[in-house]
């Protein structure tokens, strides 16, 4: 198979990212599909590679959605499910923290997810700018999976989100935060293999353009997660 992603950015700034993973037959049509995505750039790049292993899913982790009257409310809900997915109380504030203040050292957004050591709540990346990459996932049936969710209410961007969730928890991530870097997009998750991928509204206020992603690991594991995540190829069923 081959993994194809596309990556735009204006003046410098990320504004578009994604992937897939098809065969060589699919490779003209994902082309034009990637290229058509971006809204305004001023720069694209394509990487095509050739994937000599991809490992299959059986099933996305099951979807459930809460929405609240408040980010302070949902705040506290989305810490409740990181305690019952198995996250110390002190560290899963601290993670809700982290990407509230946003979690660049320098300010602002990182490129990538924070590893939060699960026990103590020490980071673990190496770059604390940049962050570890979930890539190299794809749909078996991407169109199924859209239809699935958009005649749940859920959007075109939980497709996506749910299947870097779902390799995340794959790879040895015990539990994710997510909220988006998009200032109208106020809905996040947080997802374990014990409670699924739990949609929260409204993990931040409009117009705040902060966000990220925590990955809680265990610090005994990171080589191998982060060898998972960025490296193997998985394809999920549904
Ligand atoms: N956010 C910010 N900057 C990003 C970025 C992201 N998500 N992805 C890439 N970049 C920029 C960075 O500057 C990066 O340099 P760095 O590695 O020092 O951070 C540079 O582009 C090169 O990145 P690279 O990792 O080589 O890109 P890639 O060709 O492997 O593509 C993407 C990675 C764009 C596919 C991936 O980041 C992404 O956005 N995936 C989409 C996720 C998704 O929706 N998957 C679901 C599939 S069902
Ligand atoms: P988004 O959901 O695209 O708004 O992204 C929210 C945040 O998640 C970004 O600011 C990054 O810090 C992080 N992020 C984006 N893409 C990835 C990825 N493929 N793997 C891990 N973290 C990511």
Same mark, same amino acid.
């Given at each position: 198979m081959l993994s194809?992603r596309? &990556? ?7 504004v ?9 037959e ?9 290229? &058509? &995505? ?6 694209? *790049? ?5 994937v ?18 408040s980010?302070?409310?949902?705040r ?7 305690v ?9 504030? +601290? ?11 320098e ?15 020490? &980071? +673990? ?5 940049r962050?570890?990459r979930?890539?190299?996932v794809?749909? *078996? ?21 749910l299947a870097i ?10 539990a994710?935060?997510?909220w ?6 106020v ?11 739990i949609?929260?509204?409204?993990l *931040? ?13 265990r610090r005994e594991k ?6 998972c +995540?960025?490296?193997k ?6």
């Amino acid at each position: 198979m081959l993994s194809v992603r596309m &990556r735009a950015s204006l003046s410098g700034r990320h504004v578009s990212g994604a992937e897939r993973l098809v065969g060589e037959e699919e490779l003209t049509g994902t082309l034009c599909e990637l290229l &058509r &995505r971006p809204g305004k750039h001023d720069f694209l *790049k394509i990487t095509v590679e050739r994937v000599e292993e991809v490992h299959t899913l059986g099933k996305p982790l099951p979807v459930s959605s809460y929405e609240f009257g408040s980010v302070e409310e949902a705040r506290k809900f989305a810490r409740t499910m990181l305690v019952k997915s198995g996250v110390p109380e002190e560290v899963a504030r +601290l993670g809700i923290e982290l990407l509230s203040s946003g979690a660049n050292p320098e300010g602002g957004n990182m490129r990538g997810a924070v590893l939060l050591d699960t026990e103590r709540g020490d &980071r +673990l990346e190496p770059d604390q700018r940049r962050g570890i990459r979930t890539v190299r996932v794809d749909w *078996k049936d991407r169109s199924a999976v859209r239809r699935e969710l958009l005649s749940r209410g859920f959007t075109e961007r939980t497709l996506d989100a749910l299947a870097i969730a779902t390799k995340n928890i794959n790879c040895g991530v015990v539990a994710e935060l997510c909220w988006s870097d998009d200032p109208d997009y106020v809905t996040g998750y947080v997802a374990s293999g014990k409670l699924g991928y739990i949609r929260i509204t409204p993990l *931040k206020e409009e117009g705040d353009p902060l966000g990220g992603r925590i990955y809680f690991i265990r610090r005994e594991k990171v080589r191998e997660v982060v060898e998972c +995540l960025e490296g193997k190829a998985f394809l999920i069923g549904c």
